[in-house]
């Protein structure tokens, strides 16, 4: 068994990822692949790397995963925040009696332009062509209650409808009538390019994470009207509640409640060491959004797969929702950046109500104007740096989000109940000495490169993000004969020289904060 070595995980490591803290072990413990690679993302070691490249199309660095992560149950509020309990829901249960799309929800596959709305008290049609760029719709079900899907599936009904169609919810006659959904994958009536489709999403079946939904097969199915074949992916059933479920209760007032500010970062710190398990695997999900994320007693569960794409893919489709989606997605193409932009843009949307759609699409409302993120400016400085509007100034990666996100839900705990809740930095050593304890009269004086000596300082190999809002952090120059700018400071002790830089701070010119 291997420790975990995350900062404040004393947890060991049986089946590539913790089981506390829910990430892969920390580099230094980490044992050294046969073969040279280039490192990983912080978080996400214990994968092999392969090819890197830009942030963007191929990202920084890609892996490919050694081993698979199982463990029995999520660790849903990092120890930190009791968490409420979703009970499992009976697959039964979730079948539609009467399967339609609101016509308020019903839009254009191709261009976006609303489609099948009624008129002056006549019903719209569930079925036709958009009048803007005449692409085909439909949102009359697929598959019927007692279809066999691919001589194996028996479709038992309609349970949801997503941005690819209708899901089904069906018995496995082969595996012990297990129950599985079934997800419509491609909109075509292109026998030649579903076939395609469906071989290019065979890679889905190889991830494997405790809290991203297993996909178990990719099958075919004629349409009932004009007998081209359909493609389906065949994923395991998640019986609970989405968060945006959890998020739907309303208030006195009549208006959406949301969430308690711990609760919503503990959601997003649950679902994070999935998104840095795709990301370290080459994929990128492209479309995050409380609709997507399900819990089950204690776990969260990533359901939907069907716009997950290859960090290299420049070529394919990619899918958003207005609202959540990064500025730059449709001029520069999906990346880790902007996956992280959809989190942050969920965080916020759980934990306040804005006009995110129209008003606020791409920015957030001022802190003065929403209560809860002027009591907690941590909180709303974490969701701007996630959802800055240069991809530069976000987070780089899942596991450097997910170490600010439980730095502020300690902050926001503690504050709540008064108790503190400590833990070993990730960024600053421990006191390096100790000053003013000489067995003599007290008080001494002490000298201010004493003091400065003793403190923290930035763990070699740290670098500081730009700030959000803000200019970067300079470099303190240890060059000899010189020192950076005008009488730099660390600790409220003035250094007048590079020699005090030099003994105050470790070499290779750590960053002065």
Not at 310 to 337: F, H, I, N, Q, W
Not at 412 to 432: L, Q
Request: glycine content about 12%; charged content about 20%.
């Amino acid at each position: 068994m291997t420790p975990c070595g995350q900062p404040g995980c004393s947890v060991t490591i049986q089946d590539g990822f913790c089981d506390e803290c829910g990430l892969a072990p920390a580099a230094a413990e980490t044992t050294a692949a046969t073969t040279p690679s280039a490192p990983s993302e912080p978080g996400l070691t214990g994968v092999t790397s392969v090819s890197g490249g830009s942030r963007r199309g191929s990202s920084r660095s890609s892996s490919r995963s050694t081993r698979t992560a199982r463990t029995s149950r999520g660790r849903l509020g990092a120890g930190l925040i009791v968490m409420p309990k979703v009970a499992y829901r009976d697959p039964s249960t979730a079948i539609m009696a009467d399967p339609q799309v609101a016509e308020h929800e019903r839009f254009c596959s191709n261009c976006g332009n609303p489609v099948g709305r009624g008129r002056e008290g006549v019903a719209g049609r569930t079925e036709g062509f958009c009048r803007q760029c005449g692409t085909a719709y439909s949102f009359t079900p697929k598959l019927s209650a007692g279809d066999l899907v691919a001589g194996q599936y028996e479709v038992l009904g309609c349970i949801a409808h997503g941005g690819l169609g209708w899901i089904y919810l069906a018995r496995d006659r082969n595996v012990s009538d297990r129950w599985v959904v079934l997800k419509g994958l491609l909109d075509t009536g292109d026998s030649e390019a579903m076939a395609a489709a469906v071989a290019e999403r065979q890679f889905l079946a190889t991830v494997e994470h405790p809290n991203i939904v297993k996909i178990y097969n990719f099958v075919r199915h004629p349409d009932p009207k004009t007998s081209e074949l359909v493609g389906y992916i065949v994923m395991e059933y998640v019986g609970g509640a989405s968060l945006k479920e959890l998020r739907s209760s309303r208030g006195a007032d009549g208006e959406i409640a949301p969430l308690p500010v711990a609760e919503g970062l503990a959601y997003i710190l649950e679902i994070l060491p999935a998104m840095g398990y795709l990301h370290g695997v080459g994929l990128l999900y492209c479309d995050f959004k409380p609709d997507n994320v399900i819990q089950t007693e204690e776990q969260l569960k990533l359901i939907d797969l069907g716009a997950v794409r290859r960090m290299d893919d420049e070529d394919s489709g990619s899918y958003k929702t207005d609202g959540y989606c990064a500025p730059e997605l449709e001029t520069e193409g999906a990346s880790v950046e902007s996956d992280l932009f959809t989190v942050g843009r969920a965080l916020a949307l759980l934990t306040f109500n804005f006009d995110y759609r129209n008003r606020y699409r791409y920015e957030l409302p001022d802190a003065a104007d929403v209560p809860v993120l002027a009591e907690n400016p941590s909180f709303y400085r974490l969701l701007g740096r996630a959802t800055a509007a240069d991809p530069g100034h976000r987070f780089g990666s899942a596991a450097e989000m997910a170490e600010q996100v439980t730095g502020v839900l300690r902050e926001v705990v503690a504050i709540g109940d008064g108790v503190p809740r400590p833990a070993m930095s990730t960024v600053f050593s421990s006191e390096r000495a100790v000053f003013g304890a000489e067995a003599k009269e007290w008080p001494v004086p002490l000298r201010p490169v004493v003091v400065a000596t003793a403190l923290p300082v930035p763990r070699r190999g740290y670098e500081a993000p730009t700030p959000w809002g803000t200019r970067a952090a300079s470099k303190v120059d240890s060059t000899a004969g010189g020192t950076s700018g005008s009488g730099d400071r660390l600790g409220g002790c003035s250094l007048d020289t590079a020699r005090d830089c030099d003994e105050i701070l470790e070499p290779e010119g750590a960053l002065v904060v």
